[in-house]
């Protein structure tokens, strides 16, 4: 069985549309990687791809195609989750991380 596949956006990225000057995270992403960094030993069977923020983004596309660019991204054999509850799911129930509180 091959190890799932976690697409992350890098931590810092500027936005050329809006000047290229303010630095912005995605909050979605960072909630992911709290959840690496507070439960290593969950996180370690987990192969973790950062991409830069601009599109296209050639490793996601690769993976899940160009119109499922939406990061962060879990991959596994058979499926993906892209966006962050479903996401958040799947890695509870596939790798035991807790899960959110409703």
């Not at 000057?21 to 909630?31: P, Q, T, V």
């Given at each position: 069985m091959n190890r799932?596949?976690?697409?992350?956006?890098?931590?810092?990225?500027?936005?050329?549309?809006?000047?290229?000057?303010?630095?912005?995270?995605?909050?979605?992403?960072?909630?992911?990687e709290g959840l690496l960094a507070t439960f290593p030993e969950r996180a370690k069977h987990i192969d973790v791809v950062r991409v830069a923020w601009p599109r296209p983004r050639a490793a996601v596309v690769e993976a899940l195609g160009e119109e499922n660019q939406n990061l962060p991204a879990l991959v596994w054999d058979g499926?993906?989750?892209?966006?962050?509850?479903?996401?958040?799911?799947?890695?509870?129930?596939?790798?035991?991380?807790?899960?959110r509180h409703p």
């Open positions: 799932d596949t976690l697409f992350l956006l890098d931590t810092d990225w500027a936005d050329p549309a809006l000047g290229g000057e303010r630095h912005f995270y995605c909050k979605d992403s960072m909630i992911v499926g993906f989750a892209n966006e962050i509850e479903a996401l958040l799911a799947a890695l509870a129930e596939r790798h035991g991380f807790p899960e």
